[in-house]
Antibody
């Protein structure tokens, strides 16, 4: 059974940093691209970032480019999102999500439980 | 970048109704579209991928279709468990993008 267990959310002040983690199990982690998707309070889903299975290629939404870094540790089956210089509009529920097919990009067939990130002074 | 526009944003319907949700893309692409259902306090759930392929375990009352820039999610006979918010998502190209969502409410 595929499981994605997230950790690392919290309350931070503008300009501070936070690292999210997503521990994966139940599938061959290194063969699937992984993603971060966020949902601001009361709003819709926003794609944040993707990383291919090997970790060699990453993609970012313009709104987080240069501030967020996605990475993965395939030896530990963990996906990360390092978030620097956080802003109030980064406040959201953050989900990690696994793509549904081996390879790059795609749709998301399994999601983590979500962690809340609140940026406020 | 591909923008996805969903309509309507809210839909009121009764159990047994046929429901149609539309997603329009700012550029034409073929089939790289998924649909998700989200209930309050829960993570989204994949319903359909590749425009019309039903995810395993999803009831057959859900179906997807599309052509070029217009894609449709249809629920043939709305059930009590289907009251939720639905999102489309394109995965034709980066940046990946979602529609704004359609909330299906009880009439």
């Amino acid at each position: 059974e595929v499981q994605l267990l997230q950790s690392g959310g919290g309350l931070v002040r503008p300009g501070e940093s936070l690292r999210l983690a997503c521990a994966a199990s139940g599938f061959t982690f290194s063969t699937y691209a992984m993603n971060w998707v966020r949902q601001p309070p009361g709003k819709g889903l926003q794609w944040v970032s993707s990383i291919i299975g090997s970790g060699a290629t990453t993609y970012y939404a313009d709104s987080v480019k240069g501030r967020f870094t996605i990475s993965r540790d395939n030896s530990k089956n963990i996906l990360y999102l390092q978030m620097n210089n956080l802003r109030a509009d980064d406040t959201a529920l953050y989900y990690c999500a696994k793509v549904g097919v081996v390879g790059e990009g795609g749709f998301f067939d399994h999601w983590g439980q979500g962690v809340r990130v609140t940026v406020s002074s | 970048d591909i923008q996805m526009t969903q309509s309507p944003s809210t839909l009121s319907a009764s159990v047994g109704d046929r429901v149609t949700i539309t997603c329009r893309a700012s550029q034409s692409f073929s089939r790289w579209l998924a649909w998700y259902q989200q209930k309050p306090g829960k993570a989204p759930k994949l319903l359909i991928y590749l425009e019309s392929t039903l995810e395993s375990g999803v009831p057959s009352r859900f179906s997807g279709s599309g052509s070029g820039t217009e894609f449709t999610l249809t629920i043939s006979s709305l059930q009590p468990d289907d009251f939720a918010t639905y999102y489309c998502q394109q995965y034709h190209s980066y940046p990946l993008s979602f529609g704004g969502g359609t909330k299906v409410e009880i009439k």
